[in-house]
Nanobody, 125 residues
Framework: QVQLVESGGGVVQPGGPLRLSCTAAGFTFGDYDLAWFRQAPGNEREFVATVRRSGGRAYYTDSVKDRFSISRDRAAGALYLQMNSLKPEDTAVYYC??????????????????WGLGTQVTVSS
């Protein structure tokens, strides 16, 4: 059974760091692109970052570029999102996702086949 479980969310002050983790089970970890999406209240789920299954190249949405870093540990079967210089507008539920999207779909929800249940990140003073 495919399973993705996020952890590491919480409340952090503006400007602070937070590291999210996603553990994966039930599929061959290295065969899939892995991504982070987020959804703020009243908003649609949006792409944050992805790391490709082949070559390991990472892609980011513009609003987090230079602040967030995505990485994967194949041996551990884990995906990470290091978030620095957090802003109140980063407040959202963050979801881990896996799939085999073509390049033109790596930033789309439909590009990913399975999802975790999410972890809440709140940036507030």
């Amino acid at each position: 059974q495919v399973q993705l479980v996020e952890s590491g969310g919480g409340v952090v002050q503006p400007g602070g760091p937070l590291r999210l983790s996603c553990t994966a089970a039930g599929f061959t970890f290295g065969d899939y692109d892995l991504a982070w999406f987020r959804q703020a209240p009243g908003n649609e789920r949006e792409f944050v970052a992805t790391v490709r299954r082949s070559g390991g190249r990472a892609y980011y949405t513009d609003s987090v570029k230079d602040r967030f870093s995505i990485s994967r540990d194949r041996a551990a079967g884990a995906l990470y999102l290091q978030m620095n210089s957090l802003k109140p507008e980063d407040t959202a539920v963050y979801y881990c996702a896996g799939g085999r999207p073509i390049l033109s779909s790596i930033r789309t929800i439909r590009g990913y086949s399975f999802w975790g249940l999410g972890t809440q990140v709140t940036v507030s003073s």
